[in-house]
């Protein structure tokens, strides 16, 4: 079972993702991460995640495509959060996937305003250690702490400027690749704006109904 979690910035898709990988004991694939990881051993790629740019759509699909042939060949089971975020990205997952004799079996798009991505952002929070994500208002850290002890810190591409460009990238491509599947009939919307429970919940219903497919 794959399952696509796609979403504007800050709309809790990777809070979602975690909770949801681990009810179901998928593989959580996020290329947010992944691209962090890169970004150790390769300037370009810091720069364009610090600036809120996005990696180039076929660098950042061969990425992916090699993490999961050569890193990961066994690999069933996946929640993709973060990726596809282009039409050439879900097109290219889409064909692999298929050529594997598998398939993406639900795309789900977490829906919020950019107005509420915004405020989200600004009061994000991540683990300088862990890479956990904490929300000042949603959902603080109980001590100011990360659970692993970590300092929380506010991630570059969450400052302003950063933002603005994410937002941007957002509307050009990723908004286009959900309006895109949900042309196709693949696409199940869930409101972001509800409680961290609630949203886990219809997600929940969401994959359960694939499960029984
Ligand atoms: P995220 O944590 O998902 O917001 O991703 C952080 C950064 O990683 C993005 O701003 C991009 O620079 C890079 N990145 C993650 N996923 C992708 C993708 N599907 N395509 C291109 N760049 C990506």
């Known amino acids: 079972m794959n399952i696509v979690l796609l979403g504007a910035p800050a709309s809790g ?3 979602q993702a975690e909770l949801l990988a681990k009810k179901f ?3 959580l694939l996020q290329t947010g991460a992944l691209s962090r990881e890169l970004s150790k051993s390769d300037e370009r790629i810091e720069e364009i995640i610090n600036s809120g740019k996005l990696i180039p759509q076929e660098e950042m699909t061969m990425h992916v495509i090699n993490f999961l042939t050569k ?8 929640l993709f959060e973060g990726f596809p975020r282009f039409i050439s990205q ?3 997952l889409e064909s692999f996937l298929k050529n594997k004799g598998d398939d993406i079996d639900a795309i789900i798009s977490l829906d919020i305003s950019l107005e509420e991505a915004v405020v989200r952002i600004s009061s994000r929070r991540t683990c300088s250690k862990c890479g956990k ?7 603080p850290a109980p001590n100011g702490v990360c659970e692993c002890g970590g300092e929380l810190v506010q991630r570059k591409d969450d400052l302003p400027e950063s933002v603005k460009v994410r937002f941007e990238y957002y509307e050009d491509n990723t908004k286009k690749l959900i309006e895109h599947v949900e042309k196709l009939g693949k696409l199940t919307r869930v409101d972001g704006t509800q409680s961290i429970e609630e949203i886990q919940k219809q997600l929940v219903d969401i994959v359960e109904k694939v499960k029984l497919k």
């Not at 890193?71 to 996946?78: H, R, S, Y």
């Not at 994500?133 to 959902?139: A, D, E, G, K, L």
């Open 133 to 139: 994500t904490y929300n000042t208002i949603t959902n």
């Open 25 to 27: 004991n998928l593989y």
């Open 90 to 92: 879900y097109e290219a």
């Open 71 to 78: 890193t990961k060949p066994d690999l069933k089971d996946i």
């Open 13 to 15: 898709k990777g809070t």
